[in-house]
């Protein structure tokens, strides 16, 4: 028995004429980036912009640089470029922790592909990556039909531990069944694996990004494998992408027989290709005479986009795509591939297809998939849209995966100059923070989303604050569909407060950030994106239901300062949280705050910059007075505008040079807390 995959002859042939082929722009690639900013220079200019716009992502001191002027090879926007890529690609060997742990989550979903023959043997191993919760991607060489894939199967945890010790072995069998689609041009089968429900969640998955600009000529790659059919191995880092063709992307990396389906990944973890096949190459003894190839990730979504599906089939194809994303067009070439067909869908359970009215077709039920990245829900139109909008079929609402691209609440997003940083934490607090475990460059305890950015206190599984930018002129009330929270898959679940304290009692779940007030963009997916990611639990606070009956005023400010204050731009910014007190009463786990505080900041017309402070909060509270439980009443809030250095003090929290743009600041009595019963009472 071979041990390992074997890779056919004229896949082989294939990949040694286009390598080849490509010798001469290859040589003249490898001399260029040798060069002083040569990293700016290698690759085509369309791809170097996108690239940087793609770190940008990534790193927020990074903005993204019109492609445009790098085409026109305009020295400035070159150098910005060489600056931007020289610092995060061609830097020293330092790099930021998370790196590792974000590769230890990557390296999770990566497993030995087993592949067996008619009779059951044993025939050779490859190397797969769950790609979404429910399907693996591989070659078409390892799994060339579903036939195979239904006898073969894929083994987690086949590596040595921290101890040294071999971890226990996790085997699943694939199921064809339920979906498979193989190309062989493409080199890519891509197949369901069968598990019970939630079997598969403490692997995770790598996401397969459709963006354009996840790597470079130049650009290093890691690649997660099983060579020889052995235990996971990394090959790390010094491993250089020297040539990108319409299809594949060539690099020097150090592979193995078996490594076939390993996922190639950029430094920010991003899969960027499908490891298929090395060949030697000849007079390239600068890359150690040998190239590696990998099938391109936006060009396999793009074939997979333009395939038709049985609609059970294409509810799991739905799933490794986000709104956010724009798929790369099929190349021509790909309209008439020798592919294997996708086999018709069997009778089963566990996915089903939701019919466009809403209502679940005939012999269908209601889709439901599983969190924590998709949902789908009865879409309903945002109000300005229009009665043609409210007839269209309802689309599906889906959490994006790439949480990388969630650029998240910006400190300069005032007008008139007035940058407004995030609040920091008292240094006793720090250690208290939850660490966002896959931070890369940014800071690890901020967690990213669109339009706004939070904090965990991770003992009490609460956020410390969230903040928020609000667009009033591009702001869409998108309407409120049924509620559908879920944990967000960078932090530990342990560290949020889910459904189980909610369910069967008084609690309701409160927004930190509200639900429309990140609702703004050019665009409606824009829109809906930040709507959507108020659903996170992070952003969610336990609220006794009868909290509600007194906060009208409380849940209106924001929208009050927009459409009335003598506010610049219509942009507001918005900090707000639960003030953790020691003495919180305790129920199932957490502990449930009893005042809630908001900071608003706005530049005025004058271009003066105001901030006001604000709490939800009972006289008694106010007051310090101590309440036995039995008198403590939750329907007895009311909101009153309180100094922001009150909140300071309440809060441990700094919010920089806000305090001293409160008007009550500049009031004598500045610790006094003015009950709100009308917006007119506000003092902005």
């Not at 992408?241 to 690099?251: A, T």
Request: glycine share 8%; charged share 25%.
């Amino acid at each position: 028995m071979d041990a390992v995959d074997e890779l056919p002859a004229e896949v082989r042939e294939d990949v040694a004429a286009r390598v080849a082929a490509r010798s001469q722009q290859r040589r003249r690639k490898v001399a260029v980036l040798a060069e002083p900013g040569g990293i700016a220079q290698a690759d085509e200019p369309e791809r170097v912009a996108a690239r940087v716009d793609r770190l940008s992502h990534h790193y927020r001191d990074i903005r993204p640089i019109d492609p445009a002027a790098i085409t026109a090879a305009e020295p400035e926007a070159v150098t910005a470029a060489a600056a931007v890529l020289e610092r995060i690609i061609r830097g020293d060997d330092l790099l930021p922790v998370g790196y590792l742990e974000g590769g230890a989550a990557a390296a999770r979903a990566v497993g030995r592909v087993a592949i067996r023959d008619a009779h059951g043997r044993l025939t050779g191993y490859g190397t797969g990556s769950l790609v979404s919760p429910e399907l693996l991607l591989t070659n078409h060489h390892v799994l060339a039909d579903a036939d195979t894939a239904g006898r073969s199967g894929v083994e987690f945890d086949y590596q040595d531990g921290l101890d040294g010790r071999p971890l226990t072995l996790q085997g699943f069998s694939l199921d064809p069944g339920r979906f498979f689609v193989a190309d062989r041009k493409l080199d890519f089968a891509l197949v369901a694996v069968k598990a019970a429900a939630g079997e598969l969640a403490r692997f995770g998955f790598n996401p397969l990004v459709a963006a354009e600009g996840k790597a470079i000529v130049g650009d290093f790659v890691t690649i997660v494998q099983h060579p020889d059919g052995e235990k996971k191995q990394v090959a790390l880092r010094e491993n250089r992408v020297v040539d990108i063709l319409e299809l594949f992307l060539h690099y020097q990396t150090d592979t193995e027989p078996g490594s076939s389906g390993s996922p190639v990944f950029n430094d920010q973890w991003e899969i960027v290709a499908l490891h298929h096949a090395g060949v030697p190459a000849p007079g390239h003894d600068e890359l150690g005479g040998f190239i590696n190839e990998g099938v391109r990730v936006s060009r396999l979504l793009a074939f997979l986009h333009g395939q038709p599906f049985p609609p059970v089939q294409q509810a799991l194809v739905d799933r490794l795509f986000t709104e956010r994303i724009s798929l790369s067009p099929v190349p021509p070439e790909l309209t008439a591939l020798d592919r294997s067909p996708v086999r018709p869908a069997e009778p089963v359970a566990p996915v089903e297809q939701t019919g466009q009215t809403g209502q679940p077709a005939a012999g269908q039920a209601t889709l439901t998939l599983t969190v924590p990245f998709d949902i789908r829900l009865r879409g309903e139109p945002i109000d300005a849209a229009g009665p043609a909008a409210a007839a269209a079929a309802p689309e599906a609402i889906r959490i994006d995966p790439d949480y990388a691209s969630r650029r998240g609440y910006d400190p300069d997003f005032l007008p008139g100059g007035h940058r407004v940083p995030l609040p920091a934490l008292h240094p006793d607090l720090v250690p208290l923070a939850a660490l966002n475990r896959h931070a890369g460059d940014g800071q690890a305890h901020v967690l990213n989303y669109h339009h706004f950015s939070l904090v965990m206190n991770r003992q009490r599984r609460l956020a410390f604050f969230a903040a928020a930018n609000i667009d009033g002129t591009t702001s869409q009330r998108i309407r409120r569909d049924p509620d559908h929270w879920i944990f967000d898959p960078r932090l530990p679940e342990g560290e949020q407060t889910g459904e189980e304290v909610y369910r069967d009692n008084p609690l309701d779940r409160g927004h930190l950030v509200r639900r429309l007030d990140p609702a703004w963009g050019a665009t409606q997916a824009a829109a809906k994106s930040g709507n959507d990611d108020t659903f996170h639990f992070t952003n969610c606070t336990p609220q006794h239901k009868d909290f509600n009956q007194n906060r009208t005023t409380w849940a209106g400010l924001e929208d009050y300062v927009l459409d009335n204050a003598d506010t610049r731009d219509l942009k507001v910014t918005v900090f707000a949280g639960p003030v953790l007190a020691a003495d919180d009463d305790p129920y199932r786990g957490v502990q449930l705050p009893r005042q809630y505080w908001k900071v608003v900041a706005m530049t005025k017309q004058n271009g003066e910059l105001s901030a006001t402070g604000y709490l939800l909060s009972q006289d008694h509270l106010l007051d310090g007075l101590e309440v036995a439980p039995a008198e403590f009443s939750y329907g007895a809030y009311k909101t009153y505008q309180v100094p922001i250095r009150r909140i300071e003090n309440l809060t441990r929290l700094s919010f920089d040079t806000l305090a001293d743009a409160d008007p009550l600041a500049r009031e004598e009595a500045a610790t006094t807390a003015r009950e709100i019963t009308h917006f007119r009472h506000l003092t902005l």
